[in-house]
């Protein structure tokens, strides 16, 4: 008869496959929940972190309008303009579409149109020589810009949620210009960093924006 104390100790139970697929689905609804919870504190530092911009506070050689937007970006730069900062605004030259050859008044002319309204003399404005199609290419056209007029110091106006993007545009283009390059916010109205998420309007646009981010910072736009 064999001792009892001879015998193999049993080896703990393992957990049944069930078990298992239960425990990874409450962690997993635990995670959702908390996502779930502090969604809007989330959305809110998204909207900040994307609002990279700063108030000027300096007089600049120049300020660039970025194309689009033009509710926004045009009227910061004319308050610019009127505040003393600037002498030259700068405005983009979006590339033409169809409907500008068929007697369509361009985004530039637009722009123009809407710095007259706001009082910035004809002689204070001046566009860049390139037509462009993308952020990218006015970063571009922007550097050469200000290595052929030999500008010390620039000041580029777009809307908030847009300014992440162009400071890491101004980085990867070396515009930088030995740190004399400062991004302004443009604030959009019904589109704001701490509530865009309540509007469709506002999911949108921050969405399409956060595609345009991560296209940036792979380099892939």
Known sequence: MNDAST????????PSALRKWLVRCGVCAAVLAAVWWSRAGLAHAWGDYLNAGRPLTQPVDVVFILGGDLETRPFVAAEIYRAGFVKKVLVSQPQLHSNDFLGGKTEGDLTLEVLDKLGVPEAAIE????????????MVSLRKYI????????AIVSSDFHTRRICWLVAQESVDNNGQVIVVSAPVDGCRPHDWWRSETGLGVYLLE????????????
């Open 7 to 14: 015998l193999p100790a049993e080896s703990p139970p393992k």
């Open 127 to 138: 566009s860049l020589p390139i037509e462009v199609d993308s952020t990218r290419g006015e």
């Open 210 to 221: 956060t595609l345009k981010v991560a296209s940036v910072a792979l380099h892939l736009s």
């Open 147 to 154: 290595a052929e007029n030999n500008i010390g110091s620039v």
